[in-house]
């Protein structure tokens, strides 16, 4: 059974960065996208960013200048760079790993931005 573990969530101040990273194993199928996703209380689960096989890349428009998302297609992971946080970053960040057969989600990571 496939599983992504997620490291790097925690409390920082506005302003401040965090690295998420999520590595996947037992998935046996081609790796297409990966992405962030996050959801804050009381909201949708809404994407962060993604990134292509191909190393394509879309950011929400919220994250635009401030995260950059990266992948190791060797190591199966994906990282997300968070940079000038803000309060309104705070969110359960979640890895999502889609392939070829099936969609995968990484148990979860709390942000706190403190203002």
């Known amino acids: 059974q496939a599983q992504l573990v997620e490291s790097g969530g925690g409390l920082v101040q506005a302003g401040g960065s965090l690295r998420l990273s999520c590595a996947a194993s037992?998935?046996?199928?081609?790796?297409?996208?990966m992405g962030w996703y996050r959801q804050a209380p009381g909201k949708q689960r809404e994407l962060v960013a993604r990134i292509t096989s191909g190393g394509s890349t879309y950011y929400a428009d919220s994250v635009k200048g401030r995260f950059t998302i990266s992948r190791e297609n060797a190591n199966k992971k994906v990282t997300l760079q968070m940079n000038s946080l803000k309060p309104e970053d705070t969110a359960v960040y979640y890895c999502?790993?889609?392939?070829?057969?099936?969609?995968?989600w990484g148990q979860g990571t709390l942000v706190t931005v403190s203002s």
């Open positions: 999502n790993i889609a392939t070829s057969a099936d969609n995968y």
């Open positions: 037992r998935i046996i199928f081609t790796i297409n996208t």
